[in-house]
């Protein structure tokens, strides 16, 4: 079950624990030949992950991971083979950062209120100057003994409806599909089956998300379970939406997700690198 590809990842430059250099050489060793970096609203990693595939032989596709609102709720959007040196790309990064950082501020304060003290410096000191998330929360909560599990944090304290959720008002997902293409990257919804829609919402988005000029999404995430493929399969098929492979991987506490372990894309669907030209993927060389 290894792939060639796996096209979203993340490193230390927002909440996984592998720096990108790292990110690359396990990738490597694990024999993944097409890895896309693609953190959460920066591309900070993206020249060190770079000139790391260069040096292992490897290609790195410059992505991204961007915080979107749309439907009262938040989607992830990839920008894939996306030019970091875009200003409207990353004007609209640094916005989102701000906002991240506000949010912080609020999560620590909701934490407080509910008996947690010291939460917001806790995270701060996980996310070793990169830009906060509630993953940074979470592995404070585990380490400070407030949940057994990075699983059990987002359960008791992060998620929806828990005191250290802070609902955060991100991009509209129309700007960031703009972003992504003024970067002349692709841009695809991240695990969409992650989602918990109704069919209903999921088709409304997709439509919306077509109408947008959005490219893609992704058929198969390593938290899908194999009705979820299937299941996204059809949806890429039927909206005409290339489809994408990624395992969003943030290091190797996680010990059931592994970068570049997911099984194929199922027939029928067209892959998103299959209009790949050489540009794209001579980035790193
Ligand atoms: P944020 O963008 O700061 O709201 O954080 C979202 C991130 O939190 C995701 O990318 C995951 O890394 C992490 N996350 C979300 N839900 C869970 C969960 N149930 N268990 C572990 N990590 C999670
Ligand atoms: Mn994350
Ligand atoms: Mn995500
Ligand atoms: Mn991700």
Redesign the pocket.
């Known amino acids: 079950m290894s792939s060639i590809y796996d096209l979203h990842t ?1 490193s230390t430059a927002s ?1 996984g624990t592998l720096s990108p250099v790292e990110l690359v050489r396990h990738a490597r060793d694990i024999g993944v030949q097409v890895l896309a970096l693609t953190d ?1 609203d920066t591309t900070d990693g993206i020249d060190a992950a770079q000139q790391e595939a260069a040096a292992v032989g490897i290609t790195l596709i410059p992505g991204v ?1 961007i ?1 979107t609102s749309w439907g009262g709720g ?1 989607i ?1 959007l990839l920008g894939l083979g996306i030019d970091r040196g875009c200003r409207d790309l990353q004007q609209g990064l640094a916005g989102l950062r701000e906002t ?1 950082e506000l ?1 912080a501020e609020k999560i620590g304060r909701g934490l407080e209120r509910s008996g947690i003290s010291g939460a917001y410096a806790g995270a701060k000191r996980f996310a070793t100057g990169a830009h ?4 940074h929360f ?1 592995r404070h909560l585990v380490e400070a003994g407030h949940a057994e599990s ?2 059990k ?3 008791k304290h ?2 929806v409806g828990r005191p250290g959720y802070v609902a ?1 008002q991100w991009a509209p997902l129309e700007d960031v599909v703009n972003w992504i293409h003024t970067a002349g990257g692709q841009a695809l919804i991240a695990h969409p089956a992650c989602y918990s829609f109704t069919r209903s919402k999921m088709r409304r988005l997709l439509a919306e998300f077509v109408e947008m000029g959005g490219d893609g999404m992704e058929v198969v995430s390593a938290s899908y379970n194999r009705d979820d493929i299937a299941n996204m399969a059809r949806h890429a098929i039927e909206f005409e939406l290339l489809a994408s492979v990624g395992s ?1 991987y ?1 290091g190797p506490e ?1 010990q059931w997700i592994e970068v570049g372990r997911l099984p194929p894309l199922p027939s029928g669907v067209k892959a998103v690198w299959q209009g790949w030209s050489g540009d794209r993927l001579r980035l790193s060389a």
Do not use: C, P, V, Y
């Open positions: 993340h909440d959460h991971e915080s938040t992830h991240r949010r906060i998330g509630r993953a979470a990075m699983r944090a987002f359960q992060l998620k955060a969003d943030h996680n």
